[in-house]
C-alpha cells in the first residue's frame, strides 16, 4: 500500500508548497494539513454515520464522521467528493455538496461538508479496509450516542456546527 502524500498548509490554511507523506512527518509550529467530513443527511432529517473498520490504527471500531485526509493537489471539495465515494460508494457534486464550516485543530483545518441522500444503507458500497458498517439515526439517536460516548467525541464545536445547519 502507498504512502499518502499531504499537501502541508500555513496558519491561514493556505498551502505552502511543501507536502509530507502520511506518517513520516512531525508537524512544526504552523503547520497544518486538510481534513474533510460530510456529514449525509436524508430528506426527513436522519443522520447516516459509520462505524469505523476494527483494523484501522487511529479510532478502530468507533462510531465517526465520514471523511478523512486531502491528498497532494486535492482542494476541499475534490477530497470530500472523494472520501464519500471510496467510503460509501456515493457520487456527488458540486451543487449536491455544501461547505458548512472550516475549524482549525491541532495540526489540521476540518472542512465539513454535508449532502442530502436517500439511499438504504443495505444499498451502500462499503469500503471494507475503512468502513465496518453503516446506519440511519434519527437527530435524538445521533445525540444519544454523542451523550452515552458512542460516538466519537469531536468536540462541542464540531456538533454545534452539525445541529446547527440540520434543525428538527
Known sequence: MQTEKWDILDEAGNPTGRTMLRG???FKKGEYHLVVHIRIVSGNGDFLIQ?????????????AAT???AQAGEDSFSAAARELFEELGIKTDRQSLTFL???KRRNSFLDIWT???DIPADKLTL???EVAEVK???RTEFENMIAKGEYHNYGEEY???IFETHQR
Open 136 to 138: 440511519w439515526v434519527s
Open 159 to 161: 456538533f454545534s456546527v
Open 24 to 26: 513520516r512527518y512531525t
Open 67 to 69: 471523511g478523512g485526509a
Open 115 to 117: 449532502v442530502t441522500a
Open 101 to 103: 464550516a472550516r475549524m
Open 51 to 63: 462505524r469505523r473498520s476494527d483494523n484501522k490504527k487511529l479510532m478502530p471500531g468507533e462510531w
Open 127 to 129: 469500503q471494507a479496509s
